[in-house]
């Protein structure tokens, strides 16, 4: 048997998040078009009949501009140290930047084997990967080097060999029904995001955050009632959110629900208020309520 941890690493927008979501079976992490979707580590469990692969999604390595960002690169770059396997995703779709570059650098610094997974091979032509996969196996000895899609699934199931052949020989490191250990609390708050994300498009910047204030969730509850604020840098953003008549925020409500209800199996009540809470990407105390904890943090 084999088991053991798997990092996803990236820039933002790679598609690592998809990717975690196609493999588990479930939808762990939230994905959108914006950059810094992901903001915190996320595990994913998946068995096979040869072993067990506990996957952690992290947040994309940018160059941090608030406390936020400062954080998301913390926990991106700790996972790289807590891993047996790395894997690199990289967007194929876009041209190599300083961002690709830096993350090379840091695959130098740590002995853990590395596989590249060249995601999003469906919008490109065959042709162009033949140098971009040359360029990357002179840039790092990965052990292997995978174009996959994780979109529609290309190379996916090649990936997942993979991963079983680098871990160690070892026991399951987690019950066979367990799958993630996201708080309920974290995941709701992360789909309402996700909604504020994909409904108000351009017009919103992704400096925006939502937290539960309030959760029941009861075993045998016939109905889930949540308690959510979502909070904005600038009153002018404010009524982005509400929309005209309240019409946007219950867009975003009823869509959340729905992804909600699926999740728990039962109906939800869910109250979403909108606050506006200036730098609050600097905030430390909000951080922590957003379960955004780097290496300064327990």
């Not at 992901?38 to 952690?56: D, L, M």
């Not at 995601?119 to 971009?132: E, G, T």
């Not at 409904?199 to 109905?223: K, M, N, Q």
């Not at 909600?260 to 009540?269: A, C, I, N, T």
Request: net charge neutral.
């Amino acid at each position: 048997m084999k088991s053991g941890f798997v990092a996803l690493l990236g820039r933002p927008n790679a598609g690592k998040s998809t990717l975690l979501n196609r493999i588990v079976g479930h939808k762990l992490a939230i994905v959108s078009d914006k950059p810094q979707t992901t903001r915190t580590r996320i595990v994913g469990v998946k068995n096979y009949p040869e072993g067990q692969v506990v996957f952690v999604d992290t947040p994309g390595v940018h160059r941090p501009t608030h406390r936020m960002n400062v954080r998301m690169v913390d926990v991106a770059l700790e996972a790289m140290r807590d891993v047996d396997l790395l894997t690199l995703v990289v967007d194929v779709s876009v041209a190599p930047g300083p961002g690709d570059r830096y993350l090379l650098a840091l695959l130098q610094d740590v002995t853990t084997p590395a596989i590249l997974a060249l995601n999003k091979v469906d919008l490109v032509a065959k042709p162009r990967l033949l140098p971009m996969i040359d360029r990357y196996r002179r840039a790092h000895s990965f052990v292997e080097i995978v174009p996959i899609s994780a979109t529609d699934g290309t190379n996916v199931d090649v990936l997942e060999t993979l991963f079983l052949r680098y871990l160690p020989e070892g026991e399951p490191l987690y019950p066979p029904d367990f799958v993630t250990d996201q708080p309920e609390r974290l995941f709701v708050a992360e789909i309402v995001r996700e909604q504020v994300l994909q409904l108000t498009h351009d017009e919103l910047p992704f400096s925006t955050a939502a937290i539960v204030d309030r959760l029941e969730a009861p075993a045998d509850a016939a109905v889930v009632n949540a308690y959510c604020t979502i909070f904005v840098d600038r009153e002018s953003q404010k009524p982005i959110v509400v929309g005209k008549g309240g019409a946007m925020i219950k867009k975003i409500g009823t869509a959340a629900r729905a992804a909600l209800e699926e999740y728990f199996g039962s109906r939800v009540y869910l109250d979403l208020h909108v606050k506006v809470r200036s730098e609050w990407r600097d905030d430390e105390r909000l951080l922590d309520e957003l379960g955004l904890r780097g290496r300064d943090r327990s």
